[in-house]
RNA sequence: GCAGGGGUAGCGAAGCGGUCAAACGCGUAAGGCUUAGGACCUUAUGAUUCAGGUCUUCGAGGGUUCGAAUCCCUCCUCCUGCACCA
């Protein structure tokens, strides 16, 4: 009979789905198990990378099933944003890329026109699409509680609504203004991926101190606030344009270049006049620390571009200010450089630092970066810093803006990190947007709450954990809201639009609803019933009550959610998100429990791309490989490695499922008695349960395939050519392969199942059980011993090219078992060859030998009647392999032979 | 720049203080099967030796230890994220 692993997925599919086994019902005496993946955008078809991550949920939504769990795994879909209006707008724009890629998918001309009028027809084009290859490929979805993001949904909505004025009453959200990257020609923000050039800059912040001389500003830029204590002197371009600019009441003297840069940044910016710089050279302005007069000096290297054109001179902690103060006072100039701030060990950090790195335009560069980090990361302020004396730098900023402040000399601007151009061609600059609604990430208690979060979460890989950790430090306030495209508008200000990363942070609560919300009134869902639902509440909604009881009743059953599984790049935003909303809005018994973060599936050591994945759909896949095949490469990989996708793997599969299938048809008339080879068997398929069992708890499912395919495969090919033949055993070995196999090949390991005369599904069946007492390791020791001896002999029939007449095996005698194991029992509390020797008391050519590498001390103790039944019942085979007569003997005195290695005499 | 994770045979990887020349898979080579190819089966696949031996490797360099791919330090290099972008 021939076995068509592609012919039979269907069947399978549509008989999980008839016995509605992936639609878990709310049962009290079971254990629970929810697992998610965030929700993908429908804005193309799915490819081979979306498949992975699926895969990997699906493989432990089925392991947890066969575990005993109550396993619930939905799948929603996210329209919020960006994506869906993007593709649309290609499409109406005839985009010859995003045209060709559609129309190789299958989507027909008419389908073009209608996504091109509307973002709604192209996403559930593709919500249908992935539906459809999330079934083919096996996925144990609960499409009922499928639904979609944005006002397209109003039940959704009215949640994403109820979860931001819930955070707006603990306090989380505020109003404010914030810097973004901003392309001054098309008026917007600029992302990364919406640049040709500088992806990755971004706004810094730039202190303003504002140095006086009479009614005028000169406000110089730093992003050393802490060595104003050291300034000696401001510097400007002799050569550069400047102006004068009212700042509210105040008259700033900056550089021309700067005008346009401060205008999108200080909304009280009035107009500007030249001036002409060389009238204020040589005159002295205040420093509101210290009250010191310092004189402006003229510097070339002052670039006008970059900051207000105004620079304060703090020679002693500035390579590039020594440079040129050093060259001032060899003219006569009468300035007193001083140090502010003190790193140990590091007596003259600036001149030492130029000598390193040279007096070059680069040199002085680098010897400026080296400076600043020196001294942010281990200086202290000295008492020149005054009240500051004694501070880290690290820790000096925030008091000395505070100071600033108090004297009315403090302002703030940010300056891009690098070059940005936008892909409409112009240069980008950064812009304050004045009125913006924010999420408080940088709250410190709710962080600390986070932090207790993510402490007991279980997290695979482990690893991942502290990366989490060091997210919070660092996490600032996050806008939450934009003007445009779709989603869920801010419920106190409708004219905001709740963006993506906001609106998908604690949705996995509505999924344990979705199936049954629907029903209800949509105008009875105040936010009084999520409270009720969610919170427990305690004013119950009036009407409707049996209704809402019942909706809390399914959340507090389904929840927490036990395990989200998602790609290594969602890691720092959405997971961290996730996490901390959790923190804040549900009472501590609901935070998630388990996160797990992969790599992903490269092509040529690549990310699969929407171009890439063009080719590479799930639909091709399905076709050229099956889906079974396909599962197989969502389980290479293990941790967040990434996994290569490799075709020719899939060999391995169909070769392998075909022999089993082969062994599952001929076991019928085994007839044969239990032999050492079976109780060896035995103990190898414990470990394979034991070994993927772990592995696959631990999402190691690269490691799970080896033990429980590759390897369990290898040992009944072992088993048969040794000659096992009980039919018992072997059934035993089918039906745990079938088992533990089956997370990972749903369909075929369905199909066997029923070829072995087995009438009730997997899918719900018992997971095998460990059973310790069946492992054996000395049997398991003493086949490698008879493995390792046929490679021997194999290898000195490869030295005397001859084919042998005769093998003499010889098997130790006991009195070197007695000293072998009497070593093995020493070197089980020493390591140390010299105190073995000394603990022994004995002098034999065998103890000699054992010791003489004190790497390779024996571990496990050996029977010489076992050795020598394994060898005997192995003679068959033996014969069989090596095509001669072969005998296994005892030797009584001294031979070749060793425990564990026996003599081998070739004749 | 900051944070986190990697660098092991031709490739993907396992091992994470002691039987490691390195599981498992792929690839390659030889033989078998076949009209032939594919598939499949068998064997080999660090170097050297030619009676089961020996030597050398785990990004580079130092250190700790009786013993290090595994622990510590320095350096090189690759991947991921760094926010209004999903």
Not at 85 to 94: A, D, L, W, Y
Not at 181 to 205: I, N
Not at 565 to 582: C, D, G, R, T, Y
Request: glycine share 6%; net charge neutral; with cysteine.
């Amino acid at each position: 009979m021939e076995f068509n692993s592609k012919d039979i997925t269907k069947k399978w599919q549509d008989e999980w789905r008839k016995e509605a086994i992936f639609e878990p019902k709310l049962n009290a005496s079971k254990k629970k198990f929810f697992i998610t993946v965030p929700f993908p955008y429908p804005s193309g078809s799915m490819h081979l990378g979306h498949m992975y991550t699926w895969t990997r949920a699906d493989i432990y939504a089925r392991f947890m099933r066969m575990r005993g769990y109550n396993v619930l795994f939905p799948q929603a879909f996210h329209f919020t944003g960006g994506p869906i209006m993007g593709m649309t707008q290609k499409v109406k724009e005839r985009d010859q890329k995003t045209i060709e890629t559609f129309r190789k998918q299958g989507v027909s001309e008419a389908d073009l026109n209608r996504f091109a009028e509307d973002p709604k027809a192209l996403a559930e084009y593709f919500t249908a699409s992935f539906k459809e290859d999330f079934d083919n490929i096996g996925m144990s979805i609960d499409w009922r509680r499928k639904f979609i993001t944005t006002s397209l949904s109003p039940y959704f909505s009215r949640f994403i609504s109820w979860q931001f004025n819930k955070l707006k009453a603990l306090g989380l959200i505020t109003e404010g203004k914030h810097p973004v990257v901003w392309c001054p020609k098309e008026a917007t923000p600029l992302g990364d991926h919406d640049r040709t050039e500088g992806e990755g800059e971004s706004p810094q912040k730039f202190t303003i101190i504002k140095f006086r001389y009479g009614d005028f500003v000169f406000p110089a830029a730093t992003l050393r606030p802490e060595t104003v204590f050291g300034a000696t002197n401001l510097w400007i371009n002799p050569d550069g344009e400047y102006s004068a600019v009212k700042v509210g009441a105040e008259r700033w003297i900056i550089s021309k270049d700067s005008e346009d840069k401060l205008t999108n940044q200080f909304s009280s910016l009035g107009k500007a006049a030249p001036v002409k710089i060389a009238d204020f050279l040589g005159k002295d302005v205040i420093n509101p620390m210290t009250g010191e007069k310092l004189p402006i000096e003229p510097a070339g290297f002052v670039d006008t571009k970059i900051g207000t054109g105004v620079v304060m001179s703090v020679p002693m902690h500035a390579p590039l200010d020594f440079y040129g103060v050093s060259k001032l006072i060899r003219d006569g100039h009468v300035l007193k450089p001083k140090k502010v701030i003190d790193v140990q060990d590091e007596k003259n950090i600036v001149e030492d630092s130029i000598k390193k790195f040279g007096e070059t335009s680069e040199g002085l560069k680098d010897a400026t970066k080296f400076v600043y980090k020196k001294e942010f990361n281990y200086g202290v302020m000295n008492s020149n810093a005054g009240a500051f004396s004694g501070i880290a730098v690290k820790e000096v900023d925030g008091p000395i803006c505070n100071a600033l402040k108090d004297k009315n000399s403090y302002a703030e601007m940010y300056e891009l990190t690098g070059k940005v151009i936008c892909r409409c061609g112009a240069r980008g600059i950064v812009k304050i947007l004045e009125k913006q609604w924010f999420i408080r990430y940088s709250d410190k208690s709710w962080k600390d709450k986070a932090r207790r979060l993510i402490e007991k979460l279980k997290v695979y890989p482990e690893e991942v954990r502290s990366q989490l950790l060091n997210t919070l430090d660092w996490l600032e306030d996050k806008a939450t809201a934009r003007k445009g495209g779709l989603g869920t508008p801010l419920p106190w200000d409708p004219e905001w639009i709740i963006e993506p990363l906001s609106d998908s942070t604690i949705y996995m609560a509505y999924y344990t609803i979705a199936n049954k919300i629907e029903k209800l009134d949509l105008k009875s869902l105040t936010d009084n019933v999520f409270d009720y639902i969610f919170l427990d509440g305690k004013e119950k909604p009036k009407n409707d009550s049996a209704a809402f009881e019942e909706l809390k009743r399914e959340f507090e059953y389904w929840y927490p959610l036990d395990m989200r599984v998602s790609a290594k790049e969602l890691l720092q935003n959405h997971f961290i998100f996730f996490l901390m909303n959790h923190a804040a809005i549900f009472e501590e018994k609901y935070w998630p429990r388990g996160i797990q973060i992969n790599g992903w599936l490269t092509v040529s050591g690549e990310k699969l791309s929407k171009s890439k994945g063009a080719t590479l759909t799930i639909k091709k896949g399905l076709e050229t490989y099956g889906a079974d095949q396909l599962r197989m490469v969502a389980a290479a990989g293990n941790g967040m490695d990434d996994v290569e996708w490799d075709p020719a793997a899939i060999n391995a599969f169909d070769q392998r499922i075909g022999f089993i299938f082969e062994i599952l048809q001929t076991c019928k008339n085994l007839k044969g008695d239990d032999k050492l080879i079976d109780r060896y068997l035995i103990s190898k398929i414990n470990r394979a349960i034991e070994e993927s069992t772990d592995s696959l708890e631990n999402f190691r499912y690269g490691s799970a395939l080896a033990s429980m395919f590759f390897g369990m495969y290898n040992e009944i090919k072992l088993y048969l050519e040794l000659g096992g033949d009980s039919k018992d055993t072997v059934q035993r070995f089918l039906s745990t392969f079938i088992k533990l196999n089956h997370p990972v090949f749903p369909h075929v390991t369905e199909e066997l199942n029923r070829h072995s005369q087995n009438e009730t599904l997997l899918e719900g069946s018992a997971w095998p059980s460990f059973n310790p007492d069946e492992t054996n390791a000395l049997i398991e020791n003493e086949f490698k011993i008879l493995l390792n001896t046929v490679d021997d002999i194999k290898n000195v029939i490869k030295i005397i090219k001859k084919q042998p007449e005769k093998i003499a095996i010889g098997i130790s005698n006991k009195e070197n078992f007695d000293i072998y194991n009497k070593v093995v029992s020493e070197a089980s509390k020493t390591k140390n060859a010299i105190e073995i020797r000394k603990n022994l008391r004995m002098n034999s050519k065998l103890l000699d030998k054992l010791l003489k590498n004190p790497n390779k001390l024996p571990e496990m103790q050996l029977e010489e009647d076992l050795e020598n039944n394994v060898f005997l019942q192995a003679v068959e085979y033996l014969k069989r392999t090596f095509k001669c007569e072969v005998t296994i003997e005892r030797r009584t005195k001294e031979d070749k032979s060793l425990p564990g290695k026996p003599s081998i005499n070739i004749l």
